[in-house]
């Protein structure tokens, strides 16, 4: 059964940069058949998708955080990564990690249990 | 951007009523449209995909129907576990984006 793991720091001092990784059990992030991608939930609120990618190293990003994300891939550890730099108390949030379909306009099927990062000195 | 506007934000169900969930995109998405389903501290889980498919597991109480900028979650029956924050999320056009939620209560 596909399983996904979020993990990494959860204080983050602003203007660092936020490190998170991504595990997948059960299934390939190599697989041909999906995209893999992280989406956020600031506590209390909605939804915001950061960037997806498929694993020959296509990637999105959504446009609002861009300048500061970057989504990597280690396809001999079966993990991902996410990268946010310069962040602040606004990025705190539930990040998630999640797996979609390839190609169209796939939701996201598959999602890690969701890791808490706060954004405070 | 395409807003999604989910309404009501909230409601207050009796158990075995039947619940229904509006999505109103600011265009046309075709049917790119899926909703999700979020239990208190838990992760979003997939109901339906592009406006009307159940995702695999689904109880069949849950359906969905729409499509072009009008959506709709239907709940039939409602059940105790079905309380929960209900997204509606659309994929047509980047940036992809969720509609804001909404909370059904148990009464």
């Known amino acids: 059964q596909l399983q996904l793991q979020e993990s990494g720091p959860g204080l983050v001092k602003p203007s660092e940069t936020l490190s998170l990784t991504c595990t997948v059990s059960?299934?390939?992030?190599?697989?041909?058949?999906?995209?893999w991608g992280w989406v956020r939930q600031p506590p209390g609120k909605g939804l915001e998708c950061i960037g997806s990618?498929?694993?020959?190293?296509?990637?999105y990003y959504n446009p609002s955080l861009k300048s500061r994300v970057t989504i990597s891939v280690d396809t001999s550890k079966n993990q991902f990564s996410l990268k946010l730099s310069s962040v602040t108390a606004a990025d705190t949030a539930v990040y998630y990690c999640?797996?979609?379909?390839?190609?169209?306009?796939?939701?996201?099927?598959?999602w890690g249990q969701g890791t808490l990062v706060t954004v405070s000195s | 951007e395409i807003v999604l506007t989910q309404s009501p934000d909230f409601q207050s169900v009796t158990p075995k009523e039947k619940v229904t969930i509006t999505c109103r995109a600011s265009?046309?998405?075709?049917?790119?449209l899926h909703w999700y389903q979020q239990k208190p501290d838990q992760s979003p889980k997939l109901l339906i995909k592009?406006?009307?498919q159940s995702f695999s597991g689904v109880p069949s109480r849950f359906s969905g129907s729409g499509s072009g900028t009008d959506f709709t979650l239907t709940i039939n029956s409602l059940e105790a576990e079905d309380a929960a924050t209900y997204y509606c999320?659309?994929?047509?056009?980047?940036?992809?984006?969720f509609g804001q939620g909404t909370k059904v209560e148990i009464k």
């Open positions: 999640a797996r979609r379909g390839y190609g169209g306009s796939h939701p996201f099927d598959y």
């Open positions: 265009q046309s998405i075709g049917s790119s």
């Open positions: 592009y406006a009307s």
């Open positions: 059960g299934g390939s992030i190599s697989s041909s058949y999906y995209y």
């Open positions: 999320h659309q994929t047509s056009s980047l940036p992809e984006t």
């Open positions: 990618f498929y694993y020959s190293g296509s990637t």
